[in-house]
Structure formats: structure tokens, C-alpha cells
């Protein structure tokens, strides 16, 4: 809800599933300039619709399990902040209050 609210979409979830993207997406996201941890796939949710791009949900169980993730707790507040952080650089730079680098246009 947090992130819909701030980046103003209407996904169910944000943080597992499978995902595909089209070739028109990946050539025109910069998602080079993402971190290389686990919040990458949320910036390149962000950076999808700041791109004015839509993204379809396609349901798929998730358990949660000791022996189904890598994240331990420490990680897991950073990641934690990271959403936070990113939620609210969507907001501010769709209203050009502030410029962000993951969301400038590429061509690839």
C-alpha cells in the first residue's frame, strides 16, 4: 500500500514473482545504473512506470522458507529502507522536485 500510494499504482505485490520484460522496456529504462543487490528489482518497477510504461500481474505462490532465501535480517532492513528510498525518489522526481539518475532515458 505504501508504494502505491507514493509511486501511484495499483500492484499487488512489489517485492517476489517471476518477471519478463519486453525488449522496448530494457532499451529504454536505465537499469545500469541500479544497485546490485536485492533492491534492483524494485527500481526497475519504479523506473518502469516512470517510463510511463504498465505492468501486468501474473500470479505465482511464494513461500517463505529459512532454506528459500539468501537475506538475512540485516539485509533485510536494508532492503527495507532501500524501498522506502526509492518509493520516495519516484515521488520526487515525477514532480521535478529532484533529479534522479535511474530514471534518465537511455536508448540501448
Known amino acids: 500500500m505504501f508504494q502505491n500510494f507514493l509511486i501511484g499504482q495499483k500492484l499487488s505485490e512489489y517485492h517476489s514473482g517471476y518477471r519478463a520484460f ?3 522496456v530494457l532499451r ?7 544497485s546490485d543487490d536485492f533492491i534492483f528489482d ?11 510504461f504498465d505492468i501486468a500481474e501474473i500470479t505465482c505462490p511464494t513461500k ?10 540485516s539485509r533485510s532492513v536494508k532492503y527495507g529502507l ?8 519516484h515521488l520526487l522526481h515525477k514532480f521535478g522536485i529532484v533529479k534522479v539518475k535511474i530514471y534518465e532515458r ?3
Request: glycine share 4%; no cysteine.
Open 42 to 52: 524494485n527500481q526497475m518497477i519504479s523506473q518502469i512506470f516512470m517510463a510511463g
Open 22 to 24: 519486453s525488449a522496448s
Open 82 to 89: 532501500g524501498v522506502v528510498a526509492v518509493s520516495f525518489k
Open 28 to 34: 529504454t529504462i536505465n537499469f545500469e545504473a541500479n
Open 64 to 73: 517463505y522458507f529459512k532454506e528459500a532465501s539468501s537475506i538475512n535480517f
Open 106 to 108: 537511455v536508448e540501448y
